[in-house]
């Protein structure tokens, strides 16, 4: 049975099968050598079946065989005898070449050397010549020095009293000033528990809409009484007579004031009318609102009307965006033309006189109100630069601490520079230095803005 069976030819390689009996095992050789060892022994084995082949006798085949492997042994070991003078005598020359660049290298290193340790030698004479000239220098430089500490230690203590004078001078100061800061902070301190009392009582009665209304009257009732010196007298507990009763220019008046956080609804207007209509000998009325435009009427901030054929009546909304002392006199001004035109008509009542007169005032009714108008509108003007004068202001005194703060920092300094002077630990004193120079800055009152009086809702009562 042939122990070939077939090729398979690829890219680079072949796959060749043989068969073999189950018996026989492989050698590891042969299964771990490489394609070029394998194919030698496929071609060696080749020449071994040619060789069998014309051998029929056992002996004498072994015997060609053994020594057919002896000289392959013996060729073997003239190459590898061959290959091993060849290496060596390559080695040694290599190495003889080698020690040769050696030798020059040494050499050269060694002139190098030498030239290298002539000029240290030379530097080193130098070196100790120089050396020596600046030695004598310093010892000259150290002993002028030595005579101008002499001269400096005497002044020192003379600096150091001086100093010490001085500090304890600024230390009086910052004690003085403690002291007033002190004072100034318990006199705030005063302040601000009043005026939380305050506010604690306004947030109380902030919380019902009746006592917001009372509140608002009564902050219009205060600024009118203490600018205007009018003697207001609360009539809201009567029925038809508004909240307050005054006479302004001998003319008598009657106020009604809404506190709304909205619009005012125009029914409060046509209450108010009535309640004047009920009584002909009130010459002068004010509707004012505090905070908030009243419904279906113009948006001037303030604005005459005369009703029932004598009343003059004045609305004022809102209260809070014009200027309060050119308001009053305003009001005051109003008040004094109507009550001329209602004694001129009283005068002629009752004569021919009377209605020429009327016709008169009708035709003049249109010159007040312009004027009116352009009152108010003086009046914002007026209110505009207030505002724009206040905020130069607070300019100016943000200018100012700016300023103050750096004095203190400068303060600072000079103290640290004193400490340092006199020998001091630094920061012993800066507790009350940070007192005292607080007490430099100036007290920048900042007034708190004005709380706005919640406003009734529409069930407040008249």
């Known amino acids: 049975m042939p122990a070939f069976i077939s090729r398979v030819a690829s890219d680079q390689v072949s796959v060749i099968e043989f068969q073999i009996s189950n018996s026989y095992e492989m050698p590891v050789s042969l299964l771990t050598s490489h394609i070029s060892q394998f194919q030698n022994v496929l071609t060696f084995a080749s020449k071994l079946i040619e060789h069998e082949a014309s051998i029929t006798d056992e002996f004498t085949r072994e015997t060609i065989f053994a020594d057919y492997l002896k000289d392959i042994k013996l060729e073997h070991e003239r190459a590898l005898t061959r ?26 290193l060694r002139r ?3 030239s290298a340790q002539s000029q240290i030698e030379s530097l080193q004479k130098d070196k100790a010549s120089d050396i020596e000239r600046e030695c004598k220098a310093l010892r000259k430089t150290i002993t002028d020095l030595q005579g101008e500490l002499a001269i400096k230690s005497r002044a020192e203590s003379l600096v150091r009293e001086e100093c010490k004078r001085e500090y304890e001078a600024r230390v009086v100061l910052i004690n003085d000033k403690i002291a007033i800061q002190e004072a100034g902070l318990n006199r705030r301190e005063g302040d601000l528990k009043m005026r939380e009392d305050a506010l604690t009582v306004k947030v109380q009665r ?7 209304g009372q509140d608002g009257e009564q902050v219009f009732a205060d600024l009118a009484s203490e600018k205007m010196g009018w003697v207001m007298k609360y009539t809201g507990d009567i029925d038809h007579s508004c909240d307050y009763s005054t006479t302004i220019q001998n003319v008598p008046t009657f106020v009604e004031v809404k506190n709304y956080t909205t619009p005012v609804p125009y029914k409060e207007v046509t209450k108010f009318i009535s309640d004047m209509k009920e009584h002909p000998d009130i010459i002068f009325g004010i509707f004012v609102s505090l905070h908030t435009n009243v419904q279906r009427m113009q948006s001037t901030t303030i604005s005459i009307d005369w009703i029932h054929g004598h009343q003059c009546v004045m609305y004022i909304q809102p209260f809070n965006q014009v200027d309060t002392d050119s308001t009053f006199l305003m009001i005051e001004q109003v008040a004094k033309l109507a009550g001329t035109i209602h004694r001129n008509l009283q005068q002629n009542a009752g004569n021919d006189a009377e209605i020429n007169y009327q016709q008169r005032v009708d035709n003049a ?9 352009r009152s108010t509108r003086l009046l914002t003007k007026i209110r505009a630069d207030t505002i724009q004068y206040k905020t130069m202001i ?3 005194e943000t200018n100012s601490i700016y ?34 120079q607080e007490e430099i800055k100036p007290t920048v009152v900042v007034k708190p803005k004005k709380v706005k009086k919640a406003v009734a809702s529409s069930n407040k009562p008249a």
């Open 83 to 108: 290959a091993q003078v060849e290496s060596t005598r390559a080695f040694s020359s290599d190495l003889i070449r080698a020690n040769q660049s050696a030798s020059e290298e040494i050499s050269t």
């Open 112 to 114: 190098e050397l030498r």
């Open 206 to 212: 902030n919380a019902s809409s009746s006592f917001r």
């Open 365 to 373: 009714k249109s010159y007040i109100s312009a004027a009116i108008a």
């Open 394 to 396: 607070a300019t100016i």
């Open 403 to 436: 300023v103050l703060s750096e004095i203190k920092q400068q303060n600072q300094e000079l103290t640290t520079a004193i400490q340092i002077m006199l020998g001091e630990p630094i920061g012993t004193t800066d507790a009350q230095s940070d007192e005292s």
